[in-house]
């Protein structure tokens, strides 16, 4: 989707339809405005017969615009000026899309950057219209035999009222169209159902993006083979109980000016289905466990977006894939496994797999030598219990870059929450025959399985996502959500700039 800039008198506007957030019981803003003026008060005639209430969330269509350039208006109602923040101002973009991406049009204009949020500039809101227009239009339906109609919206023009204002506007489109294109992948890789994404099929993908990215990302592979030759015993052991080979997938980007500098690298988890394993789960809601490959599906979704913005900085992506499967060679609770890293672990439940995928990763990526390292899972389901569908959980071995996360979020709306990984929990993963367990006991399910991952994060600062309430949806929405694609982006956005500050204060 596309989404110039433009800062021309709205009134001339020529568009399909032009999109007109409106606050309950305040003045207009400056585009409605100069349209009401424009148009015998149309807009505040509706306001005042009631037949629009400007209620958040509310929208309106007016199908007819006499005097004005636009072909219809849409009133999206913004609740009271003085409450509208971040998540208000993205609930109005959510209806505002919904609504568009149900009428037959190519093209719309939006005024949403003219609704003042404190704390956001231009930049942010430009930014939040182009991912909720990815939003909106966003379908899966590959496996229907009679796919529904298609939105046919391709371009959102963003009418800035500010002259000033329209290359903030324009950065922010581009990130925000960067991200929307991220998550939009992440989606679609995490609603595939495990018959179809399987390790090797993530494998492929991670290959696509390479093969579209003009050099810009290389991408290795290992197989079995290649790990038992390296010792990712952990890995594999997770992935022998399936038909389906397991794959470490490496994916390189080098985009900073030095190719010594120091590359900041990102894990998914990527269990394309999980069953449990021997300590099998029970039947209810299995084919959910198709989206356990979410972290995965995040980091090649924030592959995309970087390909697409291309910042200065020298990345790692890997992504652990493997099937979680009950059979004759799965691996058994009372099971002794030695990591990649050489600590033995006793699996005392197959079903926390999760860990023992990534722990080998968080090995592999020391020989990076990392800035900083992040692994993205939907590790636990007591991280739902404490913390919900709205925060993602966090956890990490450094506070400074657990504040960057944090703030990463922040900026893209795509909160987490910092959960304590202090050394009195540690000891739930003592065992009497291995180094450590697998499992830490039902206390605070989120935070051992953090500490598990700690043991093998030593060399680097680290942090953990743990985004099994974050990653779907259930019920009538059940679906990817693509998230953290957002978050991880400006997280990596964000050490761009820093190099940058260092770059410019050294030449001061
Ligand atoms: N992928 C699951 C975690 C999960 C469960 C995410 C439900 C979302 C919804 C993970 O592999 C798992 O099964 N974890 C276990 C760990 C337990 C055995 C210590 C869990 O959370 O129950
Ligand atoms: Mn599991
Ligand atoms: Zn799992």
């Given at each position: 989707?596309?989404?110039?800039?433009?800062?021309?008198?709205?009134?001339?506007?020529?568009?399909?339809?032009?999109?007109?957030?409106?606050?309950?019981?305040?003045?207009?803003?400056?585009?409605?405005?100069?349209?009401?003026?424009?148009?015998?008060?149309?807009?505040?005639?509706?306001?005042?017969?009631?037949?629009?209430?400007?209620?958040?969330?509310?929208?309106?269509?007016?199908?007819?615009?006499?005097?004005?350039?636009?072909?219809?208006?849409?009133?999206?109602?913004?609740?009271?000026?003085?409450?509208?923040?971040?998540?208000?101002?993205?609930?109005?973009?959510?209806?505002?899309?919904k609504a568009l991406a149900e009428l037959p049009l190519d093209e719309a204009t939006v005024a949403?950057?003219?609704?003042?949020?404190?704390?956001?500039?231009?930049?942010?809101?430009?930014?939040?219209?182009?991912?909720?227009?990815?939003?909106?239009?966003?379908?899966?339906?590959?496996?229907?035999?009679?796919?529904?109609?298609?939105?046919?919206?391709?371009?959102?023009?963003?009418?800035?009222?500010?002259?000033?204002?329209?290359?903030?506007?324009?950065?922010?489109?581009?990130?925000?169209?960067?991200?929307?294109?991220?998550?939009?992948?992440?989606?679609?890789?995490?609603?595939?159902?495990?018959?179809?994404?399987?390790?090797?099929?993530?494998?492929?993908?991670?290959?696509?993006?390479?093969?579209?990215?003009?050099?810009?990302?290389?991408?290795?592979?290992?197989?079995?083979?290649?790990?038992?030759?390296?010792?990712?015993?952990?890995?594999?052991?997770?992935?022998?109980?399936?038909?389906?080979?397991?794959?470490?997938?490496?994916?390189?980007?080098?985009?900073?000016?030095?190719?010594?500098?120091?590359?900041?690298?990102?894990?998914?988890?990527?269990?394309?289905?999980?069953?449990?394993?021997?300590?099998?789960?029970?039947?209810?809601?299995?084919?959910?466990?198709?989206?356990?490959?979410?972290?995965?599906?995040?980091?090649?979704?924030?592959?995309?977006?970087?390909?697409?913005?291309?910042?200065?900085?020298?990345?790692?992506?890997?992504?652990?894939?493997?099937?979680?499967?009950?059979?004759?060679?799965?691996?058994?609770?009372?099971?002794?496994?030695?990591?990649?890293?050489?600590?033995?672990?006793?699996?005392?439940?197959?079903?926390?797999?999760?860990?023992?995928?990534?722990?080998?990763?968080?090995?592999?990526?020391?020989?990076?030598?990392?800035?900083?390292?992040?692994?993205?899972?939907?590790?636990?389901?007591?991280?739902?219990?404490?913390?919900?569908?709205?925060?993602?959980?966090?956890?990490?071995?450094?506070?400074?870059?657990?504040?960057?996360?944090?703030?990463?979020?922040?900026?893209?709306?795509?909160?987490?929450?910092?959960?304590?990984?202090?050394?009195?929990?540690?000891?739930?993963?003592?065992?009497?025959?291995?180094?450590?367990?697998?499992?830490?006991?039902?206390?605070?399910?989120?935070?051992?399985?953090?500490?598990?991952?700690?043991?093998?994060?030593?060399?680097?600062?680290?942090?953990?996502?743990?985004?099994?309430?974050?990653?779907?949806?259930?019920?009538?929405?059940?679906?990817?959500?693509?998230?953290?694609?957002?978050?991880?982006?400006?997280?990596?956005?964000?050490?761009?700039?820093?190099?940058?500050?260092?770059?410019?204060?050294?030449?001061?």
């Open positions: 989707m596309e989404f110039p800039v433009q800062t021309g008198n709205p009134v001339k506007v020529e568009t399909a339809c032009l999109v007109l957030p409106v606050f309950e019981a305040s003045d207009l803003l400056p585009t409605a405005a100069k349209l009401d003026d424009a148009s015998e008060r149309l807009v505040g005639q509706l306001i005042e017969r009631g037949d629009f209430e400007a209620k958040l969330g509310n929208v309106l269509l007016i199908p007819f615009a006499p005097g004005v350039g636009a072909d219809r208006l849409l009133l999206v109602g913004m609740g009271e000026r003085e409450k509208c923040l971040e998540s208000g101002f993205i609930k109005a973009l959510d209806a505002a899309f949403f950057t003219d609704v003042p949020l404190p704390g956001r500039n231009c930049d942010w809101k430009a930014r939040m219209v182009a991912e909720a227009a990815h939003r909106a239009v966003y379908r899966f339906d590959r496996f229907k035999s009679e796919a529904s109609a298609a939105p046919r919206l391709a371009a959102i023009a963003l009418q800035v009222s500010e002259n000033g204002n329209a290359a903030a506007a324009r950065e922010g489109a581009r990130i925000g169209k960067a991200v929307g294109e991220g998550v939009t992948h992440a989606r679609t890789l995490g609603n595939l159902p495990g018959n179809i994404c399987t390790p090797s099929y993530l494998a492929d993908q991670a290959q696509a993006l390479a093969e579209s990215s003009d050099g810009a990302l290389k991408v290795e592979i290992l197989d079995e083979e290649a790990m038992e030759q390296l010792g990712a015993n952990s890995l594999l052991a997770v992935g022998r109980g399936s038909e389906e080979p397991s794959r470490l997938i490496v994916m390189r980007y080098q985009g900073a000016d030095s190719a010594d500098d120091a590359p900041h690298v990102l894990i998914g988890k990527g269990i394309t289905f999980d069953t449990g394993g021997i300590s099998l789960k029970p039947g209810a809601n299995l084919d959910e466990t198709k989206f356990d490959m979410c972290g995965a599906a995040s980091v090649l979704g924030t592959v995309k977006a970087i390909l697409a913005i291309k910042p200065k900085l020298n990345l790692v992506f890997l992504v652990a894939a493997a099937e979680n499967m009950p059979d004759g060679r799965a691996l058994k609770p009372g099971d002794i496994i030695k990591t990649l890293k050489g600590l033995t672990v006793e699996v005392l439940n197959t079903d926390a797999e999760g860990r023992l995928v990534l722990c080998d990763t968080l090995t592999y990526a020391e020989r990076f030598t990392p800035a900083s390292v992040i692994d993205v899972a939907t590790l636990t389901g007591a991280a739902i219990v404490a913390l919900g569908h709205h925060a993602s959980g966090l956890l990490a071995n450094d506070d400074d870059l657990a504040l960057d996360v944090l703030d990463a979020g922040q900026t893209a709306w795509d909160r987490a929450w910092h959960l304590p990984l202090w050394d009195e929990y540690q000891q739930q993963l003592d065992s009497n025959f291995a180094d450590l367990a697998n499992i830490g006991g039902p206390p605070a399910g989120t935070i051992t399985a953090g500490c598990f991952l700690s043991r093998f994060a030593d060399n680097f600062p680290w942090a953990h996502l743990d985004i099994a309430g974050t990653a779907w949806q259930t019920g009538k929405q059940k679906g990817a959500t693509g998230r953290p694609v957002g978050l991880l982006t400006q997280y990596l956005l964000d050490r761009e700039e820093d190099a940058r500050s260092i770059e410019n204060a050294r030449e001061m």
